[in-house]
């Protein structure tokens, strides 16, 4: 994300990293070599993107100086290492009790996570609902769900998402999937049919969802 951050605020949010404490307009204007208003000005955007937030202020020789400090947003602008970190381990369970396996754990991991979700969902709900839900919920995820898919013959929604949160990491993982069709089973109480995957160079993934048989039916990563 910082890197879509212009060049002026990318330094604000530097700085600011490197001084946990926080850091006043002045020693803002010091450190960039800009004047106070033009500070002001920058740190009135950061805080707009709520990058930047105010801190407690400090006593000087008059009148008290305000800190800025980062938010845990702008603390999460900078680039982290998650699905390396995540290969890791995934390659380390491998080796330890085999592929196999870690789909399996990656299932259940999933089927669990789907439970606590439905936790916040009025319980009763048709396949329809449930499903929409669902795709609302992905895109909290960070998926961009396709709003348009058309639905299946017997009129049940079907979730069409233009990207995956695990791409690279399901990549060189394929089983790292079923996660997710575990996720989008238990929570649809649902058998799931993944018909297209980007995994294995679709243009999305595609999500079917039938009623009749709740029982997941996982992706084929044979071919």
């Not at 290969?87 to 870690?102: C, D, F, H, S």
């Not at 348009?148 to 791409?167: L, S």
Request: proline share 3%; hydrophobic share 40%; net charge neutral.
């Amino acid at each position: 994300m910082i890197d879509m951050i212009g060049v002026r605020h990318r330094e604000f949010l530097e700085l600011l990293i490197k001084n946990k404490a926080g850091l006043t307009v002045d020693n803002l204007s010091k450190a960039l070599g800009i004047t106070r208003t033009a500070v002001r000005q920058h740190l009135a955007t950061l805080e707009a993107s709520t990058l930047v937030a105010k801190s407690t202020t400090r006593p000087s020789g008059g009148r008290p100086e305000q800190l800025y400090v980062l938010t845990d947003k702008g603390n999460s602008s900078f680039p982290r290492q998650y699905s390396w970190f995540a290969q890791l381990l995934i390659g380390m369970l491998e080796q330890e009790i085999g592929e196999k396996m870690v789909g399996e754990r990656l299932a259940a991991m999933g089927g669990k996570v789907a439970e606590q979700l439905r936790a916040n969902h009025a319980e009763g709900e048709n396949l329809s609902a449930k499903v929409q839900n669902l795709a609302a919920i992905m895109e909290e995820l960070g998926y961009r769900v396709n709003r348009n898919a058309q639905a299946n013959i017997k009129g049940i929604p079907i979730i069409e998402a233009d990207n995956c949160v695990f791409h690279d990491l399901a990549s060189k993982h394929p089983q790292v999937c079923r996660f997710d069709l575990a996720l989008l089973s238990t929570f649809t109480d649902s058998k799931v049919v993944h018909e297209t995957c980007m995994v294995k160079g679709a243009n999305a993934c595609r999500f079917r969802f039938d009623k009749d048989t709740p029982e997941q039916m996982p992706t084929d990563f044979s071919e």
